[in-house]
Every structure is written in structure tokens, then in C-alpha cells.
């Protein structure tokens, strides 16, 4: 492969919970543009969170190898400062530099009580939401920024689930879960300030309507048979791969005038538009206008001009 092939050959990323879903497709795609991953999660070959899921972090740094990359897996709680600080000791005692940040640590989808008020809400439960979605994220980018702005043209990507404008105009579900979403797109603002005049570009980055292992699970249905889930609801038919989103961070990391994007609320749909790339199945799934054009407004499902 040449270096056109693999931009990000040379280049040291860290995806923070990767075990699953986005984290792992965009730790996948950095691989395949040649980076060096590290992956993290609390899920491991022996031993799981208590998501009780089969995925683990091991099998993501697999597939990041496999893909042209190389992954290293590590088991980090993010919530636990010393054990990130010890990871990224490890990143600087191995490759002495970190390119790419992903904040994607979430870890909150059994947690969430739909369309509960607060007072009806398990306080515990959303509590653990709050501080798995935020928390984690601060702790991180205390250990991780130093590292990060050794070097310039570092990136920093936020993963969140919405938009800034799409958040902005819909409450999500419940307090706890609205503010889970709507904090990292402020806190990638946070970075632009912080990191942008040390030479760092912060973003935030938001998948579509994610056809993760959860997701799938949830539907009964497997990556080969998605569409069946149409039956139950039309509307997924507007879905995406999580590797979309991967493509969507691997091409801003391979930009070297990502730094148009500073502070901004990006989506793996917008991304493809600016950049070209597609889907597995070749196409563009534009999510997010989908769902205000269509779902949102009550009509039936199609996405003919939407992906």
C-alpha cells in the first residue's frame, strides 16, 4: 500500500471505548488508513463489563490489524484516573507521541429510562449515566492533552449522539440522557478554546441512526438481515455501519486543513457529502436530515435522496 493509500501511517490514535459500536468502527477505520490504535474498554477475553456482552476490546485491536492497521487493545475504566494516566504513560514509553484522540466512552444504553421524568428516573442509574458520558471524558483529556500538544496538528474527536442544532431543538429522552449528549458538544468547544491556539483541532462527531451490536441485538436481527428490522420500524431502513462514522474521523485526521473545523458539530452524513467516502454498501445515509425531513414529521419511511 502506498502512503496515499494509508494517510495515517506513522500516526498514533487513541479510541477511549472501543469495545463497541462506533468506538470500534472508528478505531477500525484509523487502522485501515495505517494508524497505530490503541483501543480501550472494561470488556476483555476475561473478564465483562456489566454490559454482559460478548465484544471485546481484544477482538477490536484484532480487527484494526487486520484492516492494515495496528491495534493494541488495553483495559482502562476511564473513571479511574490512574489507571488512564498509566495508559498514557504506555503510549509515550511506546511511540512517544498521540496524534488522534476519540472521546467516545458512553457505556449508558441499559441505564436510560425512556421518557421518564427526573422524580421517576432511578437517581442511581442516572447519576452512572452522567459520570460514564462526561466524567470519563475529563478525565481523559487531563491525561491525554499533554501528549496530544507535544506535537502540532494534533485531533481531538468528541462522539456524542445528535447534532448541535438536532440537540438543540429536541429534548432526548430524559434530563440525564439529554445532558449526556448534549455536554460533549460543549465540551469540544471547551477544546477548541483550549487546545486551538496550541496547534490541536477539537471537533465533535455524532453517527447516524447506528446499526451497532446493540442495536442489531435489540432489532433480532444480524448485520446480513438488517433490513428485516424494517418490518418492526421503517424508519431504519436510514441506518449506517458504524465503520460510516469511522470513515467519517479517519478522513478528518487524513485532512491537513482540518482545522476548518474547529469546535464544530459534524455528522458522519455531512462528512461523506465533504469528503466522498460511503457506507460498506457504497452508500451515503444522511441520517440527521432524514429524521426532521422525515421521521420526525410523521411521513412515511423513504429514503430515496437520502442515501
Given at each position: 500500500?502506498t502512503?496515499?493509500d494509508r494517510?495515517l501511517?506513522?500516526?498514533?490514535?487513541?479510541?477511549?471505548?472501543a469495545?463497541r459500536?462506533?468506538?470500534r468502527g472508528i478505531?477500525?477505520e484509523?487502522g485501515a488508513?495505517g494508524a497505530?490504535?490503541?483501543?480501550?474498554g472494561?470488556?476483555?477475553?476475561?473478564?465483562q463489563s456489566?454490559?454482559?456482552r460478548p465484544?471485546t476490546?481484544?477482538?477490536?485491536a484484532?480487527?484494526v490489524t487486520a484492516?492494515g492497521?495496528?491495534?493494541?487493545?488495553?483495559p482502562?475504566?476511564?473513571?479511574?484516573p490512574?489507571?488512564?494516566?498509566r495508559l498514557?504513560d504506555?503510549?509515550r514509553?511506546e511511540?512517544?507521541?498521540?496524534?488522534?484522540?476519540?472521546?467516545?466512552i458512553?457505556?449508558g444504553?441499559?441505564l436510560t429510562?425512556?421518557d421518564k421524568?427526573?422524580?421517576?428516573?432511578?437517581?442511581?442509574?442516572?447519576?452512572?449515566?452522567?459520570?460514564?458520558?462526561?466524567?470519563?471524558?475529563?478525565?481523559?483529556a487531563?491525561?491525554?492533552?499533554?501528549?496530544?500538544?507535544?506535537?502540532p496538528?494534533?485531533?481531538?474527536?468528541e462522539?456524542t449522539?445528535?447534532?448541535?442544532d438536532?440537540n438543540?431543538?429536541n429534548?432526548?429522552?430524559n434530563?440525564?440522557?439529554?445532558l449526556?449528549?448534549?455536554?460533549?458538544?460543549?465540551?469540544?468547544?471547551s477544546w477548541a478554546?483550549?487546545?486551538?491556539?496550541r496547534g490541536?483541532?477539537?471537533?465533535?462527531?455524532t453517527?447516524g441512526w447506528?446499526r451497532?451490536?446493540?442495536?442489531?441485538?435489540?432489532f433480532?436481527?444480524?448485520e446480513?438481515?438488517w433490513?428485516?428490522?424494517?418490518?418492526?420500524q421503517p424508519h431504519?431502513a436510514?441506518?449506517?455501519t458504524?465503520r460510516f462514522?469511522g470513515?467519517?474521523?479517519a478522513a478528518?485526521a487524513?485532512d491537513?486543513?482540518?482545522?476548518?473545523?474547529?469546535?464544530?458539530s459534524?455528522s458522519s452524513?455531512?462528512l461523506?457529502k465533504?469528503?466522498?467516502?460511503?457506507d460498506l454498501?457504497?452508500s451515503?445515509?444522511?441520517?440527521?436530515?432524514?429524521?426532521v425531513?422525515?421521521?420526525d414529521a410523521?411521513?412515511p419511511a423513504?429514503?430515496t435522496?437520502?442515501?
Amino acid at each position: 500500500m502506498t502512503q496515499t493509500d494509508r494517510p495515517l501511517t506513522g500516526k498514533v490514535a487513541l479510541v477511549a471505548g472501543a469495545t463497541r459500536g462506533a468506538g470500534r468502527g472508528i478505531a477500525v477505520e484509523l487502522g485501515a488508513a495505517g494508524a497505530t490504535v490503541y483501543v480501550t474498554g472494561r470488556t476483555t477475553r476475561t473478564r465483562q463489563s456489566e454490559y454482559g456482552r460478548p465484544e471485546t476490546i481484544e477482538d477490536t485491536a484484532d480487527l484494526v490489524t487486520a484492516a492494515g492497521g495496528t491495534g493494541i487493545a488495553v483495559p482502562t475504566d476511564h473513571l479511574v484516573p490512574e489507571q488512564v494516566e498509566r495508559l498514557v504513560d504506555r503510549i509515550r514509553a511506546e511511540h512517544g507521541r498521540l496524534d488522534v484522540l476519540v472521546n467516545d466512552i458512553w457505556g449508558g444504553e441499559y441505564l436510560t429510562g425512556w421518557d421518564k421524568p427526573v422524580w421517576e428516573h432511578s437517581l442511581t442509574d442516572g447519576l452512572r449515566i452522567l459520570r460514564l458520558a462526561i466524567d470519563t471524558h475529563l478525565v481523559t483529556a487531563h491525561h491525554a492533552f499533554p501528549l496530544l500538544i507535544e506535537r502540532p496538528g494534533g485531533l481531538v474527536v468528541e462522539v456524542t449522539d445528535g447534532t448541535a442544532d438536532y440537540n438543540a431543538e429536541n429534548y432526548r429522552l430524559n434530563a440525564f440522557y439529554d445532558l449526556a449528549k448534549v455536554a460533549p458538544i460543549r465540551l469540544a468547544r471547551s477544546w477548541a478554546h483550549e487546545l486551538g491556539p496550541r496547534g490541536a483541532t477539537a471537533v465533535v462527531i455524532t453517527p447516524g441512526w447506528l446499526r451497532s451490536e446493540i442495536m442489531l441485538h435489540e432489532f433480532g436481527v444480524t448485520e446480513e438481515n438488517w433490513r428485516d428490522a424494517c418490518a418492526k420500524q421503517p424508519h431504519f431502513a436510514i441506518s449506517e455501519t458504524p465503520r460510516f462514522v469511522g470513515r467519517a474521523v479517519a478522513a478528518l485526521a487524513a485532512d491537513p486543513d482540518r482545522n476548518r473545523w474547529q469546535g464544530q458539530s459534524l455528522s458522519s452524513g455531512g462528512l461523506a457529502k465533504e469528503y466522498g467516502f460511503t457506507d460498506l454498501d457504497g452508500s451515503q445515509p444522511d441520517a440527521w436530515r432524514y429524521l426532521v425531513e422525515l421521521q420526525d414529521a410523521g411521513k412515511p419511511a423513504d429514503v430515496t435522496g437520502y442515501r
